[in-house]
């Protein structure tokens, strides 16, 4: 029995079946296919045209069929007969969905994929095998089918033709997913159109894949080659504005929706920083498996990736490197408008803050986690580059910070211009808000920590301790929750390491282990680091309740706890430093154990490709480490699955490597810091009502256990993880967290 084609050469079918050895004969049209075909042979006549053209099919094409015996599968055909095809829409939220049993027990009924940005044909059958459907899960639809559903794969009623209404042979240029679903489709499709003969489940190499095999051998320097991916994926994803067009990328992020689009064309130039980085990857896939890209200018990402830059500059002995870093510093603090307006004036109670977003930076947004992140970024720049011109907007910035900052320790999720000019700073230094959210406290205040070691200001421990005491007294039932339980015992790690280093006391170390451990107990035997939920009444961004709710908010990449999935965005990278540090601090193999386990991990599923150097060594957000694939329910409306962030995941992650190849902590690297010289100028300017006389006096006057005081409700965000707006509390609660 022969199987034939009809398709352009370059088709992805056609190659997998010629890599997997299997005969197969191809035509360049349907009418010479069926026409050429001995009877009884099996058919695929695939869609050369899409998305902008139907396939050529007419009544003549079925007929013969009809009359030879063929078995026919077709897709995104141009006719159907005695079937009424409506005009090609596209996928937005919709998602394909098994809902038969043909497909068992490989595939079994509800079984997602991810088919991305499809455009499909609609049409009215009485049964599919497959369906595109805006369904909530990770891997299954959790709540069923919705009443709206559209055919994707069928049989025709006349029962020799398999239809699909999309362009299913694009499954490796469209990055469909999962790997092993398309296996079982495609043999299941062989099998149809050529029915006793036995078809093996074929391979193919992905577009995007993991760099390694959970068990392949790993070279001797493959922190190093990781490092040195990481930081070119930069300049290969063309993130670094050029002079050239940057007034094209600010258009760009005015003009599109959500500032996010197709990425930077292959022939602009790459910046060298002096204009600022792109935030990055969305996970948005168009059909040609390419993504949109994030035309936001933040001044997180900014910083993270100047540390980033810095550390493999000096890793790898790449002067280039090290300038980018260096001006991105310049950008953020001298060049950039996030720095500017009331944020320059000694006068105003902004002075010293830097926003967020190059977008808002006239109104004014100021996420204190953004603010410690771009700050620890120029910490580490200016010690590896040994720089001191950003040491007194660096020292402004923290104390800055500190003044926000209520009398118990917290700051809250987000404040803006408008409510502290309103206000003026004292009102926030005298308040005694609580905020039990880690992601958006914790690592303010291992910046506090630090800025305490290098300038003695008592203000700065006094703070930190008491939040820090606070927050552990609150666990686990009072903390709330962004994303997920996990990547807010992640975010603490780096505060309490931190907290030993200044104050090592068996309670301190007592504080650490206890988290660290039930993070690690979610850490599979491969490194990765498995996400949980927490108490649903606590979570900013819960799971979607619903399928309607699927894509509507930010949210987790998982659907409840024990999917095997870790979060690159929220949770890994902020562990992995947080280890690093923690086994740094303790000199504690514990810390270093799970640490080496996580490097391993991430350098095995670092992203390699030849058809997307955009992706080649970017570490996405999402990863299934049971699949060992790229997936996750990708129902977050802006930082998806398939999102890549230039500062929050590629740059710690860098960072990181970097430091152990050069056998140093963060600590340790930025142990000769100089910032204290301009403390004596600051605080008259600054802290004038609290007095100068608090240097070098640290107090232990530390609250036993804060009240709790809800902190008021933010305005809303659109921000990645510093996102603001709180959701109402959910109905049914999850299991308790480990």
Known sequence: ??????????????????????????????????ARAPNGSGILVLADGYPDAL???????????????LRMFVEFPAMLPGLELGEPRGTTWERAVVCSEALAPELANLQIMAFHSCCFLPVQVPAAHLVFARVA????????????????????????????????????????????????IWQWILGGVCPGKTFPLMKWKPAVRPYYRKDEWLPADIELRAVRRGSAWFRKARLFVDATWKDEARRLLDELPDGTGPGPERDWPVGDGSCGVLEGASSFVYPDGTQKWRYWLRNDCMGETSMAMALSGELCQADADKTVAANLNDFIYFTSDLSKGPRADPASPTYGLVCWTSKDANGGVYYGDDNARSMLGTMAAAAVLNETRWDEPLLRCLLANLRTTGKLGFRGNRLEENTIQQHGWQHYWNGEVTNYAPHYESWLWACFLWAYRHTGFAPFLDRAKAGIRGMVVAYPDEWRWTNGMQQERARMLLSLAWLVRVEDTDEHREWLRAVAEELLAAQDACGAIREEVGNLGKGQYGPPKSNAEYGTTEAPLIQENGDPLCDLLYTTNFALVGLHEAAAATGDAFYADAEQKLVRFLCRIQACSETHPELEGAWFRAFDFKRWDYWGSNADAGWGAWAVESGWSQAWIVAVLAMRGSKTSFWELTAKSQIRQHLDKLLPVMLSDVGVGTVATPTSAVPAAPPVVPAPAPAASTEAAPASAVVPAQAAPASPPA
């Open 1 to 34: 029995m022969a199987l034939i084609l009809s398709c352009a050469k370059e088709n992805d079918l056609f190659r997998v079946l010629r890599e997997n050895r299997v005969e197969c004969l191809r035509y360049s049209s349907a009418k010479e296919a069926v």
């Open 55 to 69: 396939t050529a099919v007419d009544e003549i094409v079925f007929d013969t069929v009809s009359r030879k015996g």
């Open 137 to 184: 899960g990770f891997d299954r639809a959790v709540y069923g089918l919705p009443e709206e559903v559209w055919p994707l794969l069928f049989e025709h009623p006349r029962g020799d033709i398999v239809v699909s209404t999309t362009k299913l042979s694009q499954f490796v240029a469209g990055r469909y997913a999962p790997y092993e679903a398309l296996q079982k």
